[in-house]
């Protein structure tokens, strides 16, 4: 049996917080942990990513951009947790918006038999809406979307696609991401 990494993810920087405590298998490719972070956090996935683990950056590599990471796709979450010795990391999402999130791996323990993994376990505070301006973008956003008398308070609300509560996580949409996620044999259900 597999082992878990309970992993609890902060969006730094925003406020209300938007946090995510969600269980993932320890083997999972540092690339697959990307996917399941875009799902749980309501990205979309428009932009580059980065792991940074003491230093040491997990992405996708681009020789035409110069950049220089270990490839996130060949790197599993134990081997970084074992070669930084830490069990604490940030994840960067769409560098020109500055998303940086705080992960702590809270527990590793066996995985719970017959659960399928990941598996979301708490979330608070919607995730801020794509290319917003990063945290200080969303804070004005917020501002303006708080003030109906805001000169540009239409302009924002229809950009917005209609009202935007930032305290409201839709947890069922969550769950249907994360089970497209899960590998095809588990998702066939008995009736």
Known sequence: MTSIARLKV???????KVTRRLEVPVTMRLSRLHTVLQAVLGWTDSHLYQFDFRGVEYGIPDP??????VDA???????????S???SFKYF?????????SIKVEKIEPAFPGLDYPF???????????????PSGYAEFLEILADPQHAEYDQ???????????HFVDTDAID???LDLKPRARKKAVF
């Open 120 to 134: 979301l376990l708490h979330a608070s505070g919607r995730c801020p809406p794509e290319d917003v301006g990063g």
């Open 85 to 87: 010795e830490t069990l």
């Open 10 to 16: 902060t969006l730094d920087e925003v406020t209300p």
């Open 176 to 178: 249907r991401k994360l």
């Open 93 to 101: 999402y769409d560098r020109g918006d500055g998303w940086t999130h």
């Open 64 to 69: 035409d951009w110069d950049y220089h990471c």
């Open 156 to 166: 924002t609300l229809t950009w917005a696609g209609g009202p935007f509560d930032p």
């Open 73 to 83: 796709r060949h790197a599993s979450l134990s081997r970084a947790i074992t070669d």
